[in-house]
Structures are given as C-alpha cells and as structure tokens.
C-alpha cells in the first residue's frame, strides 16, 4: 500500500505514531481534542487544522494530504529536528537571525558548543546532535555578524563548522537537499577562513553527501581532491594533519570500492594503513577520528563492498580492540563485520553480531538501513532467530505500513 493510498485521516494518525496520544497533538497545535479526533476521521478538516497539525508533526502538508510520502525511519521527534534545522539553516545563509538572539558566548562557548556537538554525533544521537546544531548555528552566524571588519577569520571557522555539522545530520536524516544546502553554506564561510585545511575538510563532507545521493564518479573526485589539498609532508606532519589527510585518504577509498576499482581502492588503503601507521593511537580533530584502528576497521566494509569476502574476514580475525573508536565507528564495524560473515554464510555469526549491535545501540541503529540487508542475505537462519532481529529492525521504524525497506546506506 502507498502512502497515498491512505486517507487524510489515516495519514495523520499513521505520522502521530504510538508516542504522541490525541490529547497531546491537541494540546500542541491549540486545537480542541474533538477537532484532532475529526480530522482523523475524515470528517473535517480546514486549511488551518491542517497546517497546524502538519506543523506540529515536523511535516510538510503535502504529506499529510499524501502528495509526498514521508522520510522512512523517522519519529515525530526526528521529523521536528529537520523541520527546525532546516528553518535555520536557510535563515542564516539570508541573513536573518531572531531579533531577540543575542551572542551569549563568545568564540570559546561556540568552539565548545561544536565540540559538543560531534561527540553527539559520533555517539550516534543524530536527532539529540541536530537539535543543539540549530541554536549553535544561530549562535555562529551572530558571532560572525558582530565581528568588526578584517577580523572575521575564525568566525569564518565556527560557521563553516556549524553549517557541516548541520549537513552532515542532515544527509543521516535522508534530508538530502537539506544537507546539499547546509554544505554549500559551509564551503562559503570555510574559504572565507584563516585555516587552509577547513575547505578541504568541507570539500570531503560534500563528497559523502554525493556518495549516499549515487553520484559516485562526482564523490570519488571531490574525495581524491580532499586528500591531495591536506596531504602533509610526513616528516614535518602534526597529529592534526595526519588525522585529515588520513581519514580522506580512506574516504576516497571508501569511494573506490563503491565504483569496484579494486586498483586505486588498494592504493588509497595503502596510504590509508600508512598513515595510521605513523601515528600510533587514534587522534581527533575536525569533528573526525583517525588512526590505526581507524584505518584496519574502514577496510573490512571496504573489502566486503568489493566483495572480498575472504580478506574481510582474515582482517576482523586481527582486530582485537575497537574501544579507541568512536561509539558510531564502533557500531559501523559491526554491521561491516555481521555482513561479512552473512557473505560467508556464517549465519549465526552474523546474527549474533547484528543483535549485539542493535541491541546495544538502538538510537543509532533507528537511522541504518543496513541491518535489514544483512537480513535479507541470512536464508539459512533458524526462523525464531531471524524472527527476533526483525523485530528488532522494525522497532526503528514509526512508519512501516506498506514502504519497502530503504537502500543500504553506505559508510560514513
């Protein structure tokens, strides 16, 4: 069944889900219960009503009347966070700030609130880390506005930051042209900074936003460009450029595997372990994560997506600890891992690594559509087993009346 099979009515219902009672809407939108309760009902339903209620579900009201179907995987909450996002993102590109906004922080409270804000993001609270991007992007932009002229680099800095962090929620969200807008915006500000790694560092974003929309030629291009702009001269190179350059390095790998070109996927894997080599320990910098760990975990998904299934599996055998990873990286190894072992057939193998993962971090799981591959390749599992992880799989999901599963989405 399509999403405008339904009716106006079932519509509203279906997008107010189990966590948002009649009661509730009624209270958020100003309306009376029995006016919620009509227009679920199909027995009326104004102009107003409808762009209340769409309002407060976070949606167009082209979706309440079924001309465009909803973002699959996403809750009344996620739904909202977009909605809101995406107001100030657009907003502050124009020049437009609330006229009660004032800067509460300075530099140092907005450098912190960034900070914040990835370590969100890398715990895979996409929806918690898009909410604080909203006010912290505000915040950016009237420090940007409130700096005297010739003094702006560094506010440069903190926007393009704030504005990839935006599109990089964004495209997690499936909220594609948001994200393409929010890095647009980025690469602005980040030419318009001190700092010579920040285009390069905006560059690759827009390279996995390309990535995830299938313009794959497009994202291997921007990736290999990304890499050659910060590559450092390694006897002089400091923890910081060898976090960016090695985490581009394997992007572009990353890149490569999806076109299947086995030959330049292994040269950039080579820099890559090269790379993590050289710096011993996982280092953070740029709202990214790198090292050698980094570099051995990347390239088990990069071999499962050339379908080497045997050099995956021989990889995972060799690595013992994750925990220097990111909790997001962590759990994107495993579903590498689950589906490495599904690809070998080791069915239980890889249900038990898809149930630890989903289980164990079920926020970050709500946004993957690739559990439900690696279920789709686990035939020859006990029915009680593929029974549990599917439901498991279907607790992401507020709205799954009729809509296929989503592509798998590709790593970060």
């Not at 050698?292 to 013992?320: D, E, M, Y």
Request: some cysteine; hydrophobic content about 45%; aromatic content about 6%.
């Amino acid at each position: 069944m399509q999403w405008s099979d339904y009716t106006t009515g079932q519509r509203i219902k279906i997008l107010r889900g189990k966590d948002v009672t009649q009661s509730a809407l009624a209270e958020m939108t100003g309306l009376s219960v029995v006016t919620v309760q009509k227009a679920e009902q199909d027995k009326a339903l104004t102009l107003n009503t409808l762009m209340l209620i769409a309002d407060a579900l976070g949606v167009d009201t082209s979706v309440v009347l079924g001309q465009q179907a909803p973002r699959r995987a996403m809750e009344q909450a996620d739904r909202t966070m977009v909605r809101t996002l995406s107001q100030v993102v657009h907003d502050t590109a124009a020049g437009l700030l609330p006229d009660h906004l004032e800067e509460a922080d300075g530099a140092a409270g907005i450098r912190a609130a960034i900070n914040r804000c990835w370590a969100l993001y890398w715990k895979g609270h996409y929806v918690d880390a898009g909410a604080l991007a909203a006010p912290l992007l505000q915040q950016a932009a009237m420090h940007r506005h409130n700096q005297p002229a010739g003094s702006v680099d560094e506010a440069w800095g903190l926007l393009a930051d704030a504005y990839r962090l935006s599109a990089y929620v964004s495209n997690l969200m499936g909220a594609r042209d948001l994200a393409y807008a929010a890095i647009g915006h980025a690469q602005f500000a980040a030419e318009r900074c001190a700092d010579e790694l920040q285009p390069a560092i905006v560059t690759s974003g827009r390279s996995w936003i390309y990535l995830r929309d299938a313009r794959l030629p497009a994202a291997l291009q921007l990736a290999e460009k990304a890499a050659t702009d910060t590559e450092p001269r390694f006897s002089k190179a400091t923890p910081e450029q060898l976090t960016v350059y090695g985490s581009h390095i394997n992007f572009a790998a990353v890149v490569a595997s999806r076109l299947k070109d086995k030959e330049r996927t292994a040269d950039y894997l080579s820099q890559s372990h090269a790379t993590g080599a050289r710096m011993v320990s996982e280092h953070k910098a740029y709202g990214t994560l790198f090292g050698p760990v980094t570099a051995s975990t990347q390239a088990v998904g990069i071999n499962v997506a050339l379908g080497q299934t045997g050099k995956a599996l021989k990889l995972i055998k060799g690595i013992r600890d994750v925990s220097q990873l990111t909790e997001a990286a962590q759990n994107r190894y495993a579903m590498d891992k689950a589906m490495a072992q599904a690809d070998a057939n080791l069915w239980d193998a890889s249900l038990d690594t898809l149930e630890a993962t989903l289980t164990g971090a079920p926020q970050w799981a709500r946004h993957q559509a690739l559990p439900s591959v690696i279920v789709a390749k686990v035939g020859q599992a006990s029915t009680a087993r593929l029974r549990r992880v599917t439901e498991l799989i279907g607790m992401r999901s507020s709205v799954t009346h009729g809509f296929p599963p989503a592509t798998a989405r590709s790593a970060l």
